[in-house]
């Protein structure tokens, strides 16, 4: 399993080298999909460790939604480096490697980004909102999370 972070830098690239573009509100819901086709394909904790939350507008992973917020609804430009924040007292600039997710683990995130990648980021949303994990875990203003069982349950039975 991987950070989040990681997978989304591996997204934003990905899309960015695919021309495809994407926001952060349409990467949150990217991830959430990955989280559940990695599942599918019988990765039983998924793609990521980091939590998946129920926010107003679908499925949110806090860390990436912080990271990238910046951005607004504009799309996320190439990541080649970033800032490592783990210690407060030495802030570290990293070079973005795409090899820390395994080759095999690269074409399942590939196969989830091209499979939505004609949809927006609106339709994405309305999506996630006619989903049971989502809408079992969502009460306004609380951002409950949505279990990796929560996940399962409904994209693999």
Not at 31 to 57: N, P
């Amino acid at each position: 399993m991987y950070s989040a972070l990681d997978v989304a830098r591996y997204v934003v690239n990905y899309s960015n080298k695919k021309k495809y573009g994407i926001s952060n509100l349409k990467l949150q819901k990217i991830l959430y999909f990955i989280q559940a086709y990695f599942m599918i394909q019988g990765k039983k904790d998924g793609c990521f460790y980091d939590t998946i939350e129920a926010w107003d507008f679908g499925p949110v992973v806090p860390v990436v939604y912080r990271e990238y917020k910046r951005y607004g609804s504009c799309n996320i430009p190439t990541i080649e480096t970033y800032y490592d924040f783990d210690d407060v007292w030495e802030l570290k600039e990293n070079v973005f490697n795409e090899e820390i997710i395994s080759k095999e683990d690269r074409k399942l995130i590939e196969t989830v980004v091209d499979r939505f990648s004609n949809f927006s980021a609106t339709d994405l949303v309305t999506l996630t909102h006619k989903q049971a994990p989502w809408e079992q875990a969502y009460v306004p203003y609380q951002n409950n999370i949505i279990t990796n069982d929560e996940i399962r349950g409904f994209f693999c039975e």
